[in-house]
């Protein structure tokens, strides 16, 4: 099973839950708030193989941003992964609008000069802002983590080369199941947003993505290990660009060693 968006480092013991997850077969993608939380947890990270750390630059902890982008793009070579990152306009985020934009406008962009990365990215309320950034600097094949956007947003992001990360609060809620089936099948990995989505009033855990695959198998009408192999075809072909390049030095052996558990 693929977690490929879990805050691993907000659980009260992370390490126990990412050794769980190994036992049942789930590869994490945990995902930070700052580069000094990456920072912080770059070692433990090191010593789990079905985990790879992801550097982040969450919008809305942009009240922290200034006095961390310089340690964001000294670190951006010790990881192919990078979120959660992004834009937030919704009531939350608004006020903080501008800075975010140029904050994100930096991460892209220094994404875009490092090479392949594979990015989770938040863009609730700035849908269309966020593809438009991703297109000016021409990066393709990111992920835009537990979307709430429109249907035509769905499109247009697809069209555009980039995926979809599901989580099982979306398959609790009308809207979530209506997001779900308008993405199309080689377009959807699995997420749990854990502790921060919620699965039966408790924190999502790993292991909770079987919520989801369960899900896609009833939507789409096939056996659930059908979907987890389609997952899995997917996050292959979003990760070629990164494999082709080799990986990057201290990336916990690189993308080329990820193989379904």
Not at 57 to 79: G, K
Not at 92 to 121: H, W
Not at 201 to 210: E, I, Y
Not at 243 to 251: K, N, P
Request: charged fraction near 20%.
């Amino acid at each position: 099973m693929l977690d490929c968006h879990c805050h691993l480092d907000r659980y009260p013991r992370p390490i126990a839950i990412a050794e769980e997850a190994a036992r049942r077969g789930v590869f994490v993608v945990a995902v930070t708030h700052l580069p000094s939380h990456f920072e912080m947890g770059l070692g433990h990270a090191c010593r789990l193989p079905s985990v790879r750390l992801a550097l982040g630059l969450h919008p809305l902890a942009v009240e922290s941003h200034a006095r961390e982008l310089a340690r964001f793009q000294s670190l951006l070579r010790h990881t192919s992964f990078v979120g959660e990152v992004g834009l937030d306009f919704s009531r939350e985020g608004k006020a903080s609008a501008d800075n975010q934009l140029e904050s994100f406008e930096f991460v892209v962009r220094s994404v875009a000069e490092a090479g392949a990365k594979v990015m989770s990215l938040h863009s609730r309320g700035a849908e269309a802002k966020v593809l438009r950034v991703l297109r000016d600097y021409g990066l393709t094949g990111a992920i835009f983590h537990w979307f709430s956007g429109s249907p035509t947003d769905i499109d247009r992001i697809a069209e555009a080369g980039h995926y979809f990360s599901i989580n099982p609060q979306m398959t609790f809620s009308a809207k979530g199941r209506a997001i779900i089936e308008r993405i199309p099948v080689d377009r959807v990995l699995t997420e749990t947003d854990g502790p921060y989505s919620k699965v039966r009033g408790a924190p999502a855990q790993p292991w909770d993505v079987a919520i989801v695959e369960n899900h896609l198998a009833t939507t789409w009408g096939r056996s659930r290990e059908d979907v987890a192999a389609q997952i899995w075809t997917n996050f292959r072909r979003m990760i070629e660009p990164v494999r082709q390049q080799g990986g990057v030095a201290g990336d916990f052996s690189g993308p080329s060693s990820l193989s379904p558990q």
